[in-house]
T-cell receptor, first 114, second 109 residues
């Protein structure tokens, strides 16, 4: 069984640029959720994708967008990067969006915006 | 809305028990979770409890839930140096996990 993988591991961008982060879900999982974890804080929910459709969204502006592909892998895109976007971005996969919703996390992508 | 609060730090001697506390506000939460994050790593799901249960035990881990007070705790028996990490409690509603700020557990020899 393959776990959740994310790429790249680290990324440095400048303010105003755009970034794409990638996530491969655990085998057998059809749902991917993205979270932003600022330094010293708990993860904050960005959005969830279930069978290629956005299933729910947290309090993030539209410049945060995503995609899910037929193989259930996913991308997170952030446009017009701001300094406050510097964070660890985590994706988590699960089987469906119902309960008990065990979400399994990848190692994250550390994004630094200069 | 949902809001999850945790104490920020806990120091414990190796071999003792650790107790990490958490309070939440959303009474409709059906499941509550505990995650562990080691430095530079993602989150590892440790255990979860259904809201109609009072207690769940899983090897060295014991979860206690007081639904009336919206209080959740995680007890780690026989704490080891490998248990040093940040522990997050979380509730799941409306497609999202809502996390506390995390409790940093330091295990001293």
């Amino acid at each position: 069984e393959t776990g959740v993988t994310q790429s790249p591991t680290h990324l440095i961008k400048t303010r105003g640029q755009q970034v794409t982060l990638r996530c491969s879900s655990q085998s057998g999982h059809n749902t991917v959720s993205w979270y932003q974890q600022a330094l010293g804080q708990g993860p904050q929910f960005i959005f969830q994708y279930y069978r290629e459709e956005e299933n729910g969204r947290g309090n993030f502006p539209p410049r945060f967008s995503g995609l899910q592909f037929p193989n259930y892998s996913s991308e997170l895109n952030v446009n017009a990067l701001e300094l406050d976007d510097s964070a660890l971005y985590l994706c988590a996969s699960s089987l469906g969006s119902g309960y008990p919703n065990e979400q399994f996390f990848g190692p994250g992508t550390r994004l630094t915006v200069l | 809305g949902e809001d999850v609060e945790q104490s920020l730090f806990l120091s414990v001697r190796e071999g003792d028990s650790s107790v990490i506390n958490c309070t939440y506000t959303d009474s409709s939460s059906t499941y509550l979770y505990w995650y562990k994050q080691e430095p530079g790593a993602g989150l590892q799901l440790l255990t979860y409890i259904f809201s109609n249960m009072d207690m769940k035990q899983d090897q060295r881990l014991t979860v206690l839930l007081n639904k009336k007070d919206k209080h959740l705790s995680l007890r780690i028996a026989d704490t080891q140096t490998g248990d040093s990490a940040i522990y997050f409690c979380a509730e799941y509603n409306d497609y999202k996990l809502s996390f506390g700020a995390g409790t940093t557990v330091t295990v001293r020899a």
